[in-house]
């Protein structure tokens, strides 16, 4: 976890969808709310969370999971991988799943700092605005201070003409 904020969940699931192993970024994704220092056993967790709320179907023949998956204010794609893991003797089919979060349209973004001028930095604190931080989130994020960043977003609002941050997101669905 970076500054509070989870990165990419990774579970490494059994043949049966057991989780083998998972970084602890997956186990903020899911748990949250909930701190994860309570969670007495996160593998039994974890088999929980997938089977209530990855898992989209299950039959016999195919298992799906879900596309997307909403933890909190965010959301995360889900790609699933199958894998082959084994000898001719013993072959086992093992899952990876990969939460990832989800970002602002990265076309719509560099069309939106193309036609407004935006800098470089000022882009940047627009894409992480777009992904929900606050100003001391992105602060942390960039490296700079809570100041600096809503300078950055007060400069990013006079060249969109509008007087609040979710102007800006508004902008940008527009665009879309």
Known sequence: ???GHAESG???LDAVLNPVAFNPEALQILAFPENVEH???PALF???KVHRSL???RDSENVQFVKFYKSGKRSYNCRVFRLECGDTIRSRNWTA???ERNSANVAALAE?????D???????VVEFLLQGMTSKEIAARMKISANTVKAFLRLVMVKMNVSTRSGIVGKLTTMQ
């Open 46 to 48: 974890l088999f929980d």
């Open 118 to 124: 935006l800098t470089t930095r000022e882009r940047e």
């Open 1 to 3: 976890m970076i500054n």
């Open 97 to 99: 799943l990969l939460l």
């Open 10 to 12: 990774f579970i490494l």
């Open 112 to 116: 939106l700092a193309q036609r407004y």
């Open 55 to 57: 898992l989209s179907n």
């Open 39 to 41: 969670i007495q056993r």
